[in-house]
């Protein structure tokens, strides 16, 4: 038997929790019953940084401060995590006891952007091909014959593997379904729920036999027939390779599917663990709810845009001291067409009349596509003005903002990051000098498109660099101080609202009509 004992983690006191066999197990609780803490957990049977990605620590005094462990035990043998003061994850031990649940294996597929990844620029590479188990999946999920003939496309940039991990998913690989011209239409045109489950099941199309798949809140984007067939798709998977594949849902119709599901109940901390639980029970358990969904879902383009807004967000909260208790989930999508796109998707598929959507672009999209309308670029143009109230511009492009704190804000960015971490010795180097007067200078006349072209494509060249820029001096500071990217991201961010608050930043203005609405 393996079992996973986790102590004093997060708002755990006492859980335990034994691995299932090989096959499909559904997890259900209510929020805050522990699921997202276990599947850390089990994750790191794989992952050595899951618990740095989990459980993310603080230097800042009081925040995320906790000292718990997580036991793994195997028949004869058990090695003990526990978290030190500095943060750091470490066992009592060395052994292989992660060995030995020998999963070759572990894919855990998390709620975050990359469940909604979209191949932003597809330049097809090579030979189409079809994926007749990809094709045949999503004909039994839809119940419907329109993959029949879906191809798969090798696309963009076949050399190295840069980038973070939403980029390099499926990075080299776009679908297409034909029509009758001979002409394509590309997943650029899919549905919201067809491009979350594309994702989803490529994930786990060439997982070894053996494996381990965590999938948290499986129902996302599907109608309640798609998910009871996602779950059959998955059991048949599952025996096919020797899968085991874990599941954690607040999905009723899921649920009332099963025979039986795993519920976590969680009492002052201590989580009962009911391994053979019917449904009603576990229907009831989590208050009969088709969905969790939270109060506000913001979509930005990217993930240097996705932490910008969480630090405008904390400044917000910490001036107005109303909105605490939101649940906001902030996704990035792509680029600014990609995200509009979704926005009107998304509103026909998972989000209810009380979870209000919103946009944050770029401020590039405001400055250099908005105001052209004559020079293309239209149908955008007009679903923005069809949209505009839900639609807002953040107040810098975000690379552009990070790249001139680096360079001129540089001893008061370091003195600030130094107290913050308690850590002396920090630096970086700026290895490119970057031309700030001319990008925010007036905007020419642009009489023609050929004049328009080359001056935004100029701007655009400019915005690459100081993204290129900004992610080595993110990655060394990152190394400096033991933390992860998004991590320094925000905390960059974060000094940058302070220092640009009466300079173009204003908080409540900015986020004010979204989140008092």
């Known amino acids: 038997m393996k079992k996973i004992v986790i102590d004093n983690v997060r708002n755990i006191v006492h859980l335990e929790f034994i691995m299932p066999e090989p096959g499909v197990s559904i997890i259900t609780g209510k929020n805050g019953s522990g699921k997202t803490s276990l599947f850390t957990c089990i994750n790191r049977i794989y992952d050595r940084n899951a618990f740095r990605k989990g459980f993310p620590a603080s230097n800042v005094a009081g925040l995320d401060i906790f000292s718990g462990s997580v036991t793994y035990y195997n028949d004869i043998d058990n090695v003990e995590y526990t978290k030190r003061r500095n943060g750091e994850w470490r066992p009592n031990k060395k052994n292989d006891v992660l060995r030995s649940f020998n999963y ?31 094709n045949d999946s999503l004909n039994t999920i839809f119940s419907t014959r329109k993959f029949s003939n879906m191809v798969r496309i090798t696309t963009g940039n076949l050399r190295g593997n840069r980038g973070n991990a939403a980029e390099n998913r499926r990075r080299n690989t776009a679908y297409a379904i034909p029509l009758r011209d001979g002409n394509f239409y590309t997943e650029r045109n899919f549905s919201f729920g067809e491009i979350v489950l594309i994702n989803l099941l490529y994930d786990i199309q060439n997982a070894p036999n053996g494996s381990l798949i965590l999938i948290d ?23 096919q390779k020797d899968l085991t594949i874990i599941i954690s849902t607040h999905s009723a119709s899921i ?117 052209y309308p004559q020079y293309g670029n239209n149908e955008f143009i007009q679903s923005y003005a069809q949209n505009r109230p839900k639609i807002k511009f953040l107040p810098y492009t975000p690379e552009v903002l990070l790249m001139h704190t680096f360079t001129n ?26 031309d700030f007067a001319r990008y925010n200078a007036q905007f020419p006349q642009l009489d023609s498109l050929p004049a328009y072209n080359v001056f935004i494509q100029d701007r655009a060249s400019f915005r690459r660099k100081c993204k290129g820029q900004s992610e080595i001096i993110v990655t060394s500071l990152s190394d400096q101080l033991n933390e992860s990217p998004n991590k320094i991201y925000e905390y960059v961010f974060c000094f940058v609202i302070d220092n640009y608050e009466n300079q173009g930043i204003n908080v409540r203005a900015l986020l004010g009509p979204i989140m008092h609405n």
């Not at 572990?106 to 990809?134: A, Y």
């Not at 809140?217 to 025996?239: G, I, K, Y």
Request: charged residues 25%; hydrophobic residues 40%; aromatic residues 8%.
């Open 255 to 371: 649920i009332r599917s099963e025979s039986h599901v795993i519920l976590l109940e969680q009492q002052n901390g201590h989580v009962e663990v009911l391994y053979k639980c019917p449904p009603a029970k576990s229907i009831g358990a989590i208050g009969m709810r088709e969905d969790t969904m939270p109060d506000k879902i913001i979509l930005v383009e990217d993930s240097m845009a996705k932490c910008m807004f969480r630090a405008l967000l904390s400044k917000f909260n910490a001036l107005e001291q109303t909105n605490q208790y939101l649940d906001i989930r902030i996704l990035a999508i792509g680029d600014y067409k990609n995200v509009l796109n979704f926005y009107l998707e998304a509103k026909n598929y998972i989000f209810y009349r009380y979870t209000q959507l919103a946009i944050y672009l770029d401020k590039d999209v405001e400055t250099d596509v908005i105001p």
């Open 104 to 134: 070759p294996l572990v894919i855990n597929i998390t709620t975050n952007s990359q469940r909604i990844f979209l191949q932003d620029e597809i330049i097809p590479r090579g030979q189409r091909r079809s994926d007749p188990w990809m």
């Open 409 to 434: 804000l540089k001893t008061d960015l370091l003195r600030y990051l130094r107290q913050r971490f308690n850590c002396q010795p920090l630096n970086y180097d700026v290895t490119e000098e970057l």
């Open 217 to 239: 809140e499986v129902e996302l984007a599907l109608h309640p027939s798609a998910q009871v067939n996602l779950v059959s798709c998955l059991r048949e998977l599952a025996n």
